[in-house]
Structures are given as structure tokens and as C-alpha cells.
């Protein structure tokens, strides 16, 4: 499978616990998004990097919540001290800038789960 | 605000019945919409997005800019249509993030 991973695919944590998961977007794509999908919502919104930059962050993302993306490749998402309204469903697109092309191409997502 | 409206959270219709799932959507400018589709125990993928103006899987959908609407459309339902179907928008320029809707199940029954 060529598309876009991440790992984890789930993990169980206890509260309090810092938990990071990782994204390796499609290798030519230099947008990376992340977005958080609780129980019967869409995927909501959190941040995006063009390349490494980290150029938008959602208010969903507190400042418990860390994203990073060194060299412009995969993508690394950290949640400290971890509460149980964290659970989710953890997901990571990537696209390609070109002619308008705005097609994000998703991975299977991490589930986190608090307890 | 920019936001997506899916009226119904799960529709069922029998094999070889017309489909429709509902979008509406609210922003100020001319987005770019999307229908994204997960089957079961698999990543979301796109379906359609209202530039390409194409049909796949015999799926269609129009943007209707007076009625802020973007309905997902199919003549007659298969089986393996069965799955979550999400409404998108995505602002034409910047960061070109989603905006999801709540999603609709599509159930086909035989």
C-alpha cells in the first residue's frame, strides 16, 4: 500500500499519559493535514503544514497538543497528559499543491482510546 | 461560518432504488465540494468533487450555488454502495482544509 500510513492503528493509554503518533504522507504530496473524528462527527480539523511549516492550527488544537513535521516528510502528533475527552479517532491527509489539485488522500487513522 | 449540513444520518433503500444523500453548505465565497466515501474497515477516498463534473460509480452530484446544495445522487442502488458517505467543502486557496459534514450511512438492501 503506497497511501498515506499511520501509526499506530489504535492505542489504549491511561489519563494523564502522553501518547504520539506518526503519519508518513505520500512522498511527493507537501501538504499535510490532521484531523480528529469522535463517534457519529466528521473529521474535524486540527492543523496543517505545507512542507515543514506548520501554517494553521484549529482552536480545537489545545496547547496539550503538539504536531510537527521535521524536513517536510512524515508528521509526528502529540497529546500530553492525555484526558478521556481525547478519544478519537486520529486522522492524517496529504495532498499535492499543483494545477488546483485539492485532493486529500486520507489514512486508516489511529484510535485512540483513554481510559 | 462555514459549515456542512448531511440532514440524515443513516438511509436505507432496496437494491435497484434511486439514492439520494443530502448536502447543504454554508460559506461566503465559491468553495470547491466534495463527496468522500468510507466503506467498511477502510480509509476514507473521494468520490466525486463538483469541478471534474463526472460520474463515478454511477454516482453524481451538482452544485446548486442559489440553494447552497450539493446532493449526492444515483439512479439506481447497488449492494456495495452500502457505506458512510461524507460531504466536504474546501475553500479554493490557502489551506485548503475540509470542512465535513456528519456524514450519512447508506444502507442497500437486497
Known amino acids: 500500500d503506497t497511501g498515506v500510513s499511520q501509526d499506530p492503528r489504535h492505542k489504549i493509554t491511561k489519563r494523564g499519559q502522553n501518547v504520539t503518533f506518526r503519519c508518513d504522507p505520500i512522498?511527493?504530496?507537501?501538504?499535510l493535514y490532521w484531523y480528529r473524528q469522535t463517534l457519529g462527527q466528521g473529521p474535524e480539523f486540527l492543523t496543517y503544514?505545507?512542507?515543514?511549516?506548520?501554517?494553521?492550527k484549529s482552536r480545537l488544537l489545545s496547547d496539550r497538543f503538539s504536531a510537527e513535521r521535521p524536513k517536510g516528510s512524515f508528521s509526528t502528533l502529540e497529546i500530553q497528559r492525555t484526558e478521556q475527552g481525547d478519544s478519537a479517532m486520529y486522522l492524517c491527509?496529504?495532498?499535492?499543491?499543483?494545477?488546483?489539485?485539492?485532493?486529500?488522500?486520507f489514512g486508516q487513522g489511529t484510535r485512540l482510546t483513554v481510559v | 461560518a462555514q459549515r456542512v449540513t448531511q440532514p440524515e444520518k443513516l438511509l436505507s433503500v432496496f437494491k435497484g432504488a434511486p439514492v439520494e444523500l443530502k448536502c447543504n453548505y454554508s460559506?461566503?465565497?465559491?468553495?470547491?465540494l466534495f463527496w468522500y466515501v468510507q466503506y467498511s474497515r477502510q480509509r476514507l477516498q473521494l468520490l466525486l468533487r463538483?469541478?471534474s463534473r463526472e460520474s463515478i460509480k454511477g454516482f453524481t452530484a451538482d452544485l446548486n450555488k442559489g440553494e447552497t446544495s450539493f446532493h449526492l445522487k444515483k439512479p439506481f442502488a447497488q449492494e456495495e454502495d452500502s457505506a458512510m458517505y461524507y460531504c466536504?467543502?474546501?475553500?479554493?486557496?490557502?489551506?485548503?482544509?475540509?470542512?465535513f459534514g456528519t456524514g450519512t450511512r447508506l444502507k442497500v438492501l437486497a
Open positions: 491527509a496529504s495532498s499535492f499543491l499543483g494545477m488546483g489539485n485539492t485532493e486529500a488522500f
Open positions: 512522498s511527493e504530496h507537501n501538504r
Open positions: 503544514f505545507q512542507n515543514e511549516a506548520q501554517l494553521e
Open positions: 460559506y461566503s465565497g465559491s468553495p470547491e
Open positions: 463538483h469541478i
Open positions: 466536504a467543502l474546501s475553500t479554493p486557496s490557502g489551506t485548503y482544509k475540509y470542512i
